[in-house]
């Protein structure tokens, strides 16, 4: 038995990708034999979060107490440092596997009610190879008697084709960012990029910096899409591109990873709140019972 469970393959023209039955993970994906994010082996658990599904909240949340819909949540403390909760609660759990076709597979999980977060909520994640790429559709339906409150994240690392980051150019289409605490849980306030070391408004070398930032109020083209992107010193192009639903984009340079995954990718990760939004309720989802939401962001090498 695999570590993340049955391995499920899509294709379509020169794009390759393999979701996981554990968390709904997206362990590879390629385009044209080159990898468009750092995926892991079949026989590996993945480290860093690599291609992991966050859900209820994204990024962190504080081990103090809170509460919605008059019912008490707390935490599961996981970075003891830190005293917070790291990337929800479906990471590790097997998903049911729904369809699969060619170019597309449908996962979903029914999340019961726990001290961590007591709701009934049902998951379910779509990944779609086409002519524009990866897109990965999330829906989230509320199970339960009493409106809920979420939050929906993903964890995919931009791949290089270099052995380190180093010359990359990034580019983040995002005015502002979140300051954060040493437990790097927000502060409620909300900086410019404009004169800062994190501004990539404009493509610049991630060399010398160190990154683990949250931006937001993200610049969109016509569509609604924000796009990151990144390209490495030979040329290699990889887009991240997220709708309306995503207002929030973590960028991470991998610096506290282990050896030999320290700093050979970008994790770019669409979130649809900030970190700590359940204990603080900024822009969290909520949803009356029976009611659905969707949102999806989308990955493409750019030739």
């Known amino acids: 038995m695999l570590p993340s469970g049955e391995q499920i393959a899509i294709a379509h023209g020169d794009q390759r990708a393999v979701v996981t039955e554990v968390g709904a993970t997206l362990r590879t994906y390629v385009q044209s034999g080159v990898p468009v994010v750092e995926g892991f082996a ?12 966050l ?65 009934a909520t049902e998951l379910a994640v779509a990944y779609h190879l086409g002519s524009l790429g990866l897109t990965v559709t999330t829906t989230v339906t509320n199970r339960d008697e009493v409106p809920i409150p979420f939050g929906v994240g993903f964890h995919p690392y931009l791949a290089v084709t270099t052995p380190t980051i180093e010359g990359a150019e990034l580019c983040v289409p995002a005015r502002a960012f979140i300051d954060v605490d040493d437990r790097r849980l927000p502060t409620g306030v909300i900086l410019p990029v404009t004169g800062h070391p994190v501004d990539f408004l404009a493509p610049k070398s991630v060399s010398g910096h160190e990154l683990d930032v949250t931006y937001t109020e993200l610049l969109r ?15 290699g192009a990889v887009e991240l591109s997220m709708d309306r639903n995503f207002p929030y984009v ?14 050979t990718s970008i994790a770019v990760e669409p979130m649809t709140c900030p970190p700590d939004g359940l204990r603080s309720g900024k822009d969290v989802v909520v949803l009356e019972p029976g009611q659905h939401w969707a949102g999806s962001w989308r990955l493409r090498r750019r030739r």
């Open 250 to 263: 973590q960028v991470y340079t991998g610096d506290g990873l282990a050896h030999g995954r320290r700093r």
């Open 42 to 53: 079949a026989d590996e658990v993945p480290s860093g979060a690599h291609g992991q599904v």
């Open 221 to 235: 083209d016509d569509f609604g899409l924000a796009t990151v992107s990144v390209v490495d010193r030979e040329g």
């Open 55 to 119: 859900f209820p909240w994204p990024n962190r949340i504080g081990a103090e107490p809170w509460g919605f819909s008059e019912r008490e949540a707390e935490p599961i403390v996981d970075d003891v440092a830190g005293r917070t909760a790291l990337h929800g609660l479906v990471r590790w759990r097997p998903f049911r596997i729904e369809s699969v076709n060619q170019n597309r597979c449908v996962l979903s999980l029914l999340l019961h009610p726990s001290p961590s977060y007591p709701f």
